[in-house]
């Protein structure tokens, strides 16, 4: 289908655009922005007017929960909460039951999500057998099946010969090892932030040590071996001063946070809500403007939905023993938008420097593709045609029965969010769209 989208605000980071433009789709990739290319003829004209036209998303953690985890969540309901949250693309973690540590299983979900037709789906792979942290996987065999990285989920590897030894494999072969730094000691089984706030609810705590001293450990097997990493879910701002220096002295290191935790603080576990129940937990006010601040500066490289669906059964007990985990995918886009709101349109504006907004979208789009290394994330000629509409200013209330995802516990359930998904279109074929003309 060839597609005009006309006079829509235009932001494509990765090229420095942003102004009113029009964008043109043939055969599934861009064939042109602003004036059309010679002969061509649109099959539909959409009018933008108002809307952001973007790149689609780029989300380095969604949790689809198949296989094994289907009465959490399906491969239908979640991918089409990605496409209505503007998602086209995400990367999805290999603690799967049972985990993807064999071909088979990522090829198997590999033909699942294509056959749904809607946003492309890029596993990563288990960095050990099993995710139990003693052998390692094949990870040619893994990376031949459509892994785009390798990954412990939340399983920390407790033997640092071990995780050398996956490091070595990994550089050999160029490969991207996915860590979530927690030490495999300290804090486990923790429930929330250490601080005074875990201690009056009497819940157990995890401190920004058992962050930091996985930092440190990685870091020293970086320089070992060279290896490329990419750190997750980054909570504390100590976590964040070794990952600046880290960065600093030249180390191959990148790193994301979770949108949850770019807004919200301990506080808002409030009297025990278990939609606040997250790992990482919620940490301080001064960990949360950290967060806000690296977005900034480019300390932190991209935000992420860290969708984790969970049910009903997991969700509603008491907050120590409820599930971790919330719905994100369609929060993602308004929780970026939020964070431009909040916090990047309040810092001092430098002449060229790009507007609040599209800071807000490369964080979601070309820097995320980056550091997954996809093709995607921008809207140049000959890209694979992922783009979103979005209105800007819409403003809606975030309501549970209305979401798409199967999971429906989030902690925002109640607020009221702007930036709203008018249209999805992936490899050039419109995957969800309301009130277009």
Known sequence: MKLHIKNGRLIDPANGIDGVSDLFIDGGVVAATGAAPAGFTADRVIDASGLVVAPGLVDLSARLREPGYEYKATLESEMQAAVQGGVTSLICPPDTDPVLDEPGLVEMLKYRARNLNQAHVHPLGALTMGLKGVALTEMAELTEAGCIGFAQAEEAIADTNVLLRAMQYAKTFEYTVWLRPQDAHIGRGGIAHSGPLASRLGLSGVPVMSETIALHTIFELVRSTGARVHLCRISS????????????????????????????????????????????????????????????????DAMCSDHTPVDDDEKLLPFAEASPGATGLELLLSLALKWADDYAAGQHAQAGAPSPLSRAIARITVDAARVAGLKAGTLSAGAVADVVLFDAGARWKVEAAALASQGKHTPFVGYELTGQVRATIVAGHIAYERKLS
């Open 237 to 300: 701002a100590a976590g964040l001063e070794l990952i600046r220096a880290a960065k600093k002295e030249g180390l191959p290191v990148t790193c994301d946070v979770g949108a949850h935790h770019v807004h919200m603080t301990d506080a808002d576990i409030g009297f025990f809500d278990s939609k606040a129940r997250v790992s990482p937990p919620f940490r301080s006010q001064r960990d949360r403007e950290a967060i806000r601040a690296g977005l900034f500066d480019g300390t932190v």
